[in-house]
């Protein structure tokens, strides 16, 4: 396994953000990318001005909504799956699965589920259990997996700036985070709280009240490791300088560095 730095972007619309994404690749140039909500089609996906910035890509768009995509620096992400195994008739493009530099990557778009209670909540819990039943599988494999993307679930009170103005949100109700923990609990590791156990890390600042000046954000944009993974984790981060950027997105890029050495103790808070 060689040193790696692997990120999730929720880009909010490649086209609108493409100049935003490529300034944050030419700077922070991270090995495997793991991006959300393209809201564009397959062919007005930008994998040529990509290639040019040094990075092979798979792209699995809808138009308007949605979308996901793998970037690989020097790289072509090898296919594995597009679309979440076992709902083959989902007609929203949210996930997607290649191997890349040694690593199988599973990039996610978890459902927003708002409003809630109705028909987009309960599509959300039928879109975790799948990613649930699916990840077990992964869980078993040998080989090193991550699991990253927009969630969509802050799992704790802990990853929010306040919860008043959030008691109804669907990305705090205890289903949705009942499922998050379901998920960990097969084993996977969630990298940034392992590191940072007692820091306020947040990676969403909606376009409401000054949430982005006041740094009221919420934690929604995880990546997930198995244990074949996990021990190789170094560091993690939100390059938190792009959501204050000119046309930028809510979400800010949230990463993990992977060292070929396996690390022995957690990082204290800093």
């Known amino acids: ?54 990075y092979g890509s798979l792209h699995h768009g809808q ?27 989902d007609t929203q493009s949210r996930y997607l699965e290649a191997a890349v530099h040694g690593v199988i990557v599973g990039c996610l778009y978890l459902p927003n589920g708002n409003p809630q209670p109705g028909p987009k909540f309960d599509y959300k819990l039928k879109w975790f259990e799948h990613l649930i039943a699916h990840a077990e599988t992964l869980q ?33 109700e205890p289903e949705s985070r009942e499922c998050f923990q379901r998920l960990l609990s097969q084993g996977w590791i969630d990298s940034v709280r392992h590191l940072y156990p007692k820091e306020r890390v947040y990676t969403f600042w909606d376009y409401f009240r000054q949430h982005w000046q006041k740094n009221s954000g919420l934690r929604i944009d995880h990546l997930l490791l198995n244990p074949a993974l996990a021990p190789h984790l170094k560091d993690a981060g939100v390059d938190a300088w792009v959501r204050g950027e000119e046309h930028a997105s809510d979400h800010a890029p949230t990463w993990i560095e992977i060292s070929p050495r396996q690390t022995k103790s957690k990082r204290k808070s800093k």
Not at 29 to 36: E, S
Not at 141 to 170: C, M, Q
Request: net charge negative; proline share 6%.
């Open 1 to 54: 396994m060689q040193n790696l730095k692997i990120a999730t972007f929720n880009v909010n619309g490649i086209g609108a953000r493409l100049p935003n994404l490529l300034h944050w690749l030419e700077k922070e140039r991270p090995d495997i990318v793991c991006l959300q909500e393209l809201k564009a089609q397959d062919k007005a996906f930008p994998a040529g001005d990509l290639e040019v910035a040094g």
């Open 63 to 89: 138009a308007a909504w949605n979308g996901v995509a793998i970037l690989a620096r020097d790289s072509e992400p090898l296919l594995i799956h597009k679309g979440l195994p076992g709902i083959e008739d």
């Open 140 to 172: 078993a494999s040998e080989h090193p997996v991550v699991l990253a993307g927009d969630y969509n679930v802050v799992p704790t009170d802990f990853d929010i700036y306040n919860t008043r103005s959030w008691l109804k949100d669907a990305l705090l």
